[in-house]
């Protein structure tokens, strides 16, 4: 059984920086996408970064993120992270790990980590 664990998050003041990581468990084949969502109250989860692998590796940030985060994958160790940089009170939000991963047993399943609060205030 696959599970994704967060660790990182917490307060930040307007202009501090903030880092994610994600650790994926469980037997794995691939991982094909991972990534970060963002929650907010009220508002719909979106989509912060990802990366997907298939002939070739691609990388996409959402606009407001551009030049600030960071998302990185380490393979071998089955980690994703998210580095934020300057980061700004609209950026406050639950942040969920996400990852579409294949397993002999499932095939290629998506899987989500339980969420971790990042607030961005002075």
């Known amino acids: 059984q696959v599970q994704l664990v967060e660790s990182g998050g917490g307060l930040v003041q307007p202009g501090g920086s903030l880092g994610l990581s994600c650790a994926a468990s469980g037997d794995i084949i691939a991982i094909n996408i991972v990534g970060w969502y963002r929650q907010a109250p009220g508002k719909e989860r979106e989509l912060v970064a990802r990366?997907?692998?298939?002939?070739?590796?691609?990388?996409n940030y959402t606009e407001s993120v551009k030049g600030r985060f960071t998302i990185s994958q380490d393979t071998a160790l089955n980690t994703v992270s998210l580095q934020m940089n300057n980061l700004k009170p609209e950026d406050t939000a639950v942040y969920y790990c996400?990852?579409?991963?294949?397993?002999?047993?499932?095939?290629?399943?998506?899987?989500w980590g339980q969420g971790t609060q990042v607030t961005v205030s002075s």
């Open positions: 990366i997907a692998r298939s002939r070739w590796t691609t990388t």
């Open positions: 996400y990852a579409n991963i294949y397993t002999y047993r499932t095939g290629s399943l998506d899987y």
